[in-house]
Nanobody, 124 residues
Framework: QVQLVESGGGLVQAGGSLRLSCAAS????????RAWFRQAPGKEREFVAA????????DYANSVKGRFTISRDNAKNTVYLQMNSLRPEDTAVYFC?????????????????WGQGTQVTVSS
C-alpha cells in the first residue's frame, strides 16, 4: 500500500515563499507522475501542478504559473512544490496525488493515491 505524506505547509505573509514536500512511503507501482491539488474552504478541489516521471514534462494551473515550481527527486521518491510570491488566494489545503502510471490528469480522477494534505495559509 502506497502512502503519500505531505509536509512544509504553514502560515506566511503575502509575497512570501513556502516549499512543500510529498514523500511516498513505498515505491509506487511504476514510473508514476505526481501532482499537487488544493482545496480552499467552501471551494472545490483544483489542480495546481503536475510532473511526469522524467521530470522533463510539467503542467501548471494558470493561476500559479510563473510563481510555483514542481520538481522531483526520484532517488528519494519525493516531489516538491516551491511556492513563491504567495497570495492570500493561495490559502488552501494542498494535497499530493499519484496515479498508477506516468500520466497527467488535471481532473484528478485518474489519481489512485492521495495524501492527507498540508495547510497553507497566506495572510494579507
Amino acid at each position: 500500500q502506497v502512502q503519500l505524506v505531505e509536509s512544509g505547509g504553514g502560515l506566511v505573509q503575502a509575497g512570501g515563499s513556502l516549499r512543500l514536500s510529498c514523500a511516498a512511503s513505498a515505491r509506487t507501482l511504476g514510473n508514476d507522475a505526481r501532482a499537487w491539488f488544493r482545496q480552499a474552504p467552501g471551494k472545490e478541489r483544483e489542480f495546481v501542478a503536475a510532473i511526469r516521471w522524467s521530470g522533463r514534462s510539467t503542467d501548471y494551473a494558470n493561476s500559479v504559473k510563473g510563481r510555483f515550481t514542481i520538481s522531483r527527486d526520484n532517488a528519494k521518491n519525493t516531489v516538491y512544490l516551491q511556492m513563491n510570491s504567495l497570495r492570500p488566494e493561495d490559502t488552501a489545503v494542498y494535497f499530493c496525488a499519484a496515479p498508477t502510471g506516468d500520466i497527467i490528469d488535471r481532473t484528478g480522477k485518474l489519481y489512485d493515491y492521495w495524501g492527507q494534505g498540508t495547510q497553507v495559509t497566506v495572510s494579507s
